[in-house]
């Protein structure tokens, strides 16, 4: 009684980004003319049903599925994922950029409001690295999607480069209501010096609605666990904090955990899943 009673007690262990998708589900079919990357089609799945499976052997209590480029701004099966367990699945969507609704349409903010509230969405991604010569993530006609997602307290996930960092800075002063994470280490050079953006990404630490995903692998030149990577991951902690810092993906759960040599047990209670639970779930 005492065990279960602690068990509760305890943070929940959350990946904070897994995708999610079927090609055999005719209720799920992946249209290639809708996928914002349709020159890769997949050839096996990986449903919702092995997600769970595989929380289950790691002992993650929560997961975030970020909606993949297979079905494009058909949100439809991540929605599904977060129906099938509302209080630990949560679902970042796709809706606004490359080869999806265009920024300047009027019609975003609804939209983003549907996601929310009738496909129980979290938020969306928005991945502007696909645009790197376009700057629409700060630019005026993205203001009512971002005033929309402050007022419905909504996630965005921002993919992007180093050049366009300064974007965010824009908008998370902005829009301080609006939950922002930066995923994959903002695609940072690791072998380049700090002022070809990692500076920049460690000058977001300013802006207290801006938190890290720590996806060692993008940026790494190495095989597991990217030590290469370490010591930006180190600079990063230091200036955010583990209170801003999630991890995603079932192999670095292994890594922050066990391997990561400067993160205390408080440390890991944070980017294990405290951080992740009080960004994507409201329960």
Request: proline share 7%; with cysteine.
């Amino acid at each position: 009684m005492i065990n279960a009673e602690m068990n509760d007690l305890r943070s929940p262990v959350v990946n904070a980004a897994e995708h999610a998708w079927v090609i055999h589900d005719p209720a799920f079919r992946i249209d290639l003319d809708v996928a914002s990357c349709p020159n890769h089609p997949p050839r096996s799945e990986y449903a919702i049903e092995h997600i769970k499976s595989e929380m289950k052997i790691h002992g993650i209590d929560k997961v975030v599925i970020s909606h993949v480029c297979y079905y494009g701004k058909n949100n439809a099966y991540t929605s599904f994922c977060v129906q099938s367990d509302p209080d630990n699945i949560a679902g970042i969507g796709l809706l606004v950029g490359y080869r999806l609704f265009s920024p300047d349409d009027p019609r975003n903010p609804d939209r983003l409001e549907q996601a929310i509230t009738g496909d129980g969405l979290v938020g969306l991604r928005l991945s502007p690295i696909y645009d790197p010569k376009v700057q629409w993530l700060n630019d005026p006609v993205s203001f009512p999607l971002w005033k929309k997602a402050e007022e419905l307290g909504a996630v965005f996930n921002i993919f992007l480069a180093p050049h366009q960092i300064g974007q965010v800075a824009d908008m998370a002063a902005r829009f301080p209501g609006v939950r922002i994470v930066i995923d994959h280490l903002a695609m940072i050079d690791i072998t380049a010096p700090d002022d070809a953006g990692f500076s920049d990404l460690l000058a977001l630490s300013k802006y207290e609605n801006v938190f890290v995903r720590t996806s060692l692998h993008n940026p790494s030149r190495e095989c597991i666990p990217y030590r290469d990577v370490w010591p930006f991951l180190e600079r990063i902690y230091q200036t955010f904090g583990p209170e801003r810092l999630l991890y995603a993906n079932f192999h670095e759960l292994l890594i922050m955990k066990d391997l990561i040599p400067f993160f205390t047990a408080h440390d890991k209670e944070w980017i294990l899943g405290k951080t992740a639970n009080g960004v994507y779930f409201r329960n």
